[in-house]
């Protein structure tokens, strides 16, 4: 059977077949490339989420590592912050402790030492040598001054040396003091009021009518190109207290008492005690002193003229200046010491018990060494500190360049009252104002 | 031969006896082309529309892929920085834990230094103490026996006798 159809339409017939299969095998490629695609697409993104999921759980891990490092790491700041706190504070503590340790070492250096001078005069006085009994004191001055706390208070001799009285002569200073170490009269020197020196005991004899180690309370006067010292002596057999005057040539003695009796006293006020002379603008010397007012008598510092060579009493008696009439006197005044200073009297005086913590320093203005005197403040000028208690007996004296100055005794705190010692101070003075101003001393 | 003697009779009698088997005849072409056109384009359809999801598909996987890439980018970004502080920190722990263990000796050196000062200062402060005790006695008994008061001079040696004893024995 033939084909009769024409034979384009066959052709065309063919090549659309042809054309169908061509576009059916183009497609299936197409769609198969597509998918193969697809296929790999998929599969790298399947890698990529795998990559992810790696790198998501490492960054989990190593966060919780980051995170217990971080702890650790702030862990270990803190402790050795803490250490180092506990390590300064240590530190600080042991320098402490070093320091402290360093001048305890001082300390009992400076004890032992003081001590052993102590010891060595303590013997010297069982031997009945006062005289090397200073000298070992002397020698351990500057030690026992570091045991009593320094200077800086104005200590200047850390041994017994109660009611002291200064005199300069030449350059030299010389402070006398009541009965002690050093004999009856204390004597020592200094060049420079820090530096003192044992000279030995000023007053080697006694005369018959006073009693052995009952004498205080020196002053001294240079006069006629002598030196009158006078002092407190006990008459003999328990009797009152009076005034006595002995006499040298040069200032640190042998004071030679010839009296056949008291230079001065009053047996009815109870006895006489604290003299202290005192020279005028115009030379004339008095001398000012306590009567101890016993039998109902008022205690009364009194002061009454000297002859010109110190050694008697002028005039018809002597003058009352003063009594106790306030609170922090507690009824007593004594150790009274007249100064002249620009036109003004001054009149410096104890009050209440001298074997306590009470005793202080008053001051009175008065119009002439006779009086009339008033008390210009109801407070004494100079009572119990920090550093001393009880400081009392004191006496005004110039120094080379004509500056003033106030010595005086106290007890060291924790140690008061008799047979403790009583040191001397020295500290300036100024009496420029209304009240006298006890400086600094130091 | 049938054909021939045939066809002078289809010739005559013309339409009526050869017009229906030659229709029939030429419709079965055009079916088949016609269900090979069906054919053909439905599997064309077919292939297109598989070949465009498969393309959707693929656009798709991309456009995660790139995603997963930034996210996988930041993870690796966080990573890196923490792995750096990481490294600070054990660092800082590699210097510090030795530093501390020596500070740590440092502070027990020193405490135990700062016992043995203490120590030192308590049996000092013990020796002062003493020797203050022993001083004030003798000076007090210096002072009484050089005013002659004998009494009070032994007194006030007897009451530092322990003190003074023991300060003469500690050296």
């Known amino acids: 059977m033939a084909d009769r159809r024409p034979r384009w339409r066959r052709r065309l017939g063919q090549l659309a077949i042809l054309g169908a299969a061509v576009s059916l095998v183009i497609a299936l490629v197409t769609d198969l490339q597509a998918h193969a695609r697809d296929r790999q697409a998929h599969a790298v993104l399947a890698s990529a989420e795998a990559t992810l999921g790696t790198t998501r759980t490492k960054l989990t891990s190593t966060s919780r590592a980051q995170h217990r490092a971080n702890e650790d790491r702030l862990a270990l700041l803190s402790a050795d912050a803490y250490t180092r706190a506990v390590w300064a504070d240590a530190d600080q503590k042991l320098a402490g402790a070093t320091q402290a340790a360093f001048f305890q070492g001082l300390d009992i250096g400076s004890l032992q030492t003081c001590l052993g001078g102590v010891k060595g005069a303590l013997a010297q006085i069982a031997n009945h040598n006062n005289t090397q009994a200073g000298m070992d004191l002397s020698g351990v001055s500057p030690s026992c001054e570091t045991v009593d706390g320094g200077n800086t208070d104005g200590l200047a001799y850390p041994f017994d040396f109660p009611d002291p009285f200064v005199l300069m002569v030449g350059g030299t200073y010389f402070a006398y003091a009541t009965n002690s170490v050093e004999g009856n009269i204390q004597i020592i020197q200094s060049s420079d009021l820090t530096h003192w020196t044992a000279i030995g005991n000023a007053l080697p004899n006694l005369p018959s009518w006073a009693t052995p180690n009952h004498t205080w309370a020196p002053a001294v006067l240079p006069v006629g190109g002598q030196y009158v010292l006078y002092y407190t002596a006990q008459l003999a057999k328990g009797g009152p207290q009076c005034i006595s005057a002995a006499v040298a040539s040069q200032p640190q003695g042998p004071f030679i008492d010839t009296s056949?009796?008291?230079?001065?006293?009053?047996?009815?006020?109870?006895?006489?005690?604290?003299?202290?002379?005192?020279?005028?603008?115009?030379?004339?010397?008095?001398?000012?002193?306590?009567?101890?007012?016993?039998?109902?008598?008022p205690t009364t510092i009194w002061s009454q003229q000297l002859d010109p060579a110190g050694t008697g009493l002028v005039g018809s008696g002597a003058t009352p200046l003063l009594i106790p009439d306030q609170s922090w006197e507690g009824g007593n005044v004594e150790a009274p010491d007249l100064v002249l200073n620009a036109g003004r009297y001054f009149l410096f005086y104890s009050g209440n018990d001298w074997n306590s913590a009470h005793y202080a320093v008053g001051v009175a203005s008065c119009s002439g060494p006779l009086g009339p005197c008033t008390k210009p403040s109801a407070q004494p000028i100079l009572t119990s500190g920090a550093d001393f208690l009880g400081p009392g007996g004191a006496s005004v004296f110039t120094d080379q360049s004509g500056g003033l100055w106030i010595a005086f005794h106290a007890w060291s705190p924790g140690a008061v009252g008799y047979p403790h010692n009583r040191d001397l101070y020295v500290r300036p003075l100024n009496l420029a104002g209304a009240l006298p101003v006890i400086e600094p001393g130091g | 031969m049938v054909f021939s003697v045939l066809e002078p009779q289809r010739d005559r009698t013309g339409p009526v006896l050869t017009k229906p088997t030659a229709t029939r005849r030429a419709w079965i072409p055009g079916l088949v082309l016609l269900g090979l056109i069906v054919l053909v384009g439905g599997g064309l359809g077919y292939l297109v529309g598989n070949e465009r999801q498969a393309n959707t598909q693929t656009d798709q996987a991309h456009a995660t892929w790139h995603t997963t890439r930034h996210h996988i980018a930041i993870a690796v970004g966080d990573l890196t920085v923490i792995r750096r502080e990481l490294r600070a920190d054990n660092r800082t722990i590699q210097v510090v834990a030795p530093a501390l263990a020596q500070d740590t000796a440092q502070v027990k050196a020193v405490q135990a230094a700062l016992a043995q000062a203490q120590a030192s200062v308590v049996q000092q402060g013990t020796t002062i103490a003493g020797l203050q005790a022993c001083l004030g006695g003798v000076e007090q008994a210096l002072n009484a026996l050089s005013v002659g008061d004998l009494d009070q001079a032994v007194s006030r040696l007897s009451a530092v006798a322990t003190p003074c004893q023991q300060v003469a024995a500690g050296g």
Do not use: M
Request: glycine residues 18%.
């Open chain 1, 260 to 297: 056949a009796g008291p230079f001065a006293c009053q047996p009815t006020l109870g006895g006489s005690i604290d003299p202290s002379p005192f020279v005028n603008a115009d030379g004339t010397p008095y001398l000012v002193w306590k009567s101890t007012g016993e039998g109902g008598q």
